[in-house]
Structures are given as C-alpha cells and as structure tokens.
C-alpha cells in the first residue's frame, strides 16, 4: 500500500480575531511591565497558532517550483504573509507610545 504526503498548512488569521484577543491583554508594553507583557502576549499567540511567526527563518519559500515547471507563488508563503503583518500589527498595537518609537523601523513579528 502506498502513501501519500500530507502537507498541512496554518490556516490565514482573521482580522477580527486578533482584535477580540485584544480585549484578554490587560496592560500595554511600556518600560516596566515586559515580563507581564510578554507572558500574556505568549499565551494568546500560542493559542492562535502563530508562535512560528516569532522564529526567525519560519518564513515559507515566496514561490514553489514542480517538475523542473516555472515557479509559482506559493500559497502558504501568501497566507504567511498576511498573518505575519497582522500579528505585527496587533503586536504594536498593544505598546505604549514611549517605546513603540524605538521600534518604529521593525519589519517582522519576531524582532517586536
């Protein structure tokens, strides 16, 4: 009998549930509240199954390549994407203004 690869992919994030989520965050990140900060942020993220958007390399090939064909945009780097730039989003959201401008030239989830 012969089996076949599955290849599973992270489904894409609705907008509207990172902004329910925002109401579970009790306090912004600010100069003394990191580790509160964090652990909460930790939580939800691991919750809505984009902890890989915080590993740098986890970001998927731009386009895939079968049978020696031309490349083609992959799907999963597509749907990467907008969830990366989402939970970048949300992220920065929930920082105080003090320290959301030492961020201000951050380009990915995982350096916020």
């Not at 939800?44 to 731009?62: F, N, R, V, W, Y």
């Amino acid at each position: 009998m012969a089996s076949s690869a599955r290849v599973t992919t992270k489904p894409e994030l609705p907008p509207q549930v990172l902004h329910q989520c925002s109401s579970l965050i009790s306090l912004k990140l600010d100069s003394f509240s990191y580790l509160l900060w964090r652990s909460q942020m930790e939580l939800l993220i691991q919750s809505l199954d984009t902890a890989h958007h915080l590993i740098e390399g986890s970001e998927p090939a731009k386009e895939i390549t079968k049978n020696d064909e031309k490349a083609d945009p992959n799907p999963n780097y597509i749907r990467w994407a907008k969830n990366d730039g989402l939970l970048k989003a949300w992220l920065l959201r929930n920082v105080k203004t003090e320290v959301l401008i030492s961020l201000e030239n951050i380009t990915s989830p995982y350096k916020v």
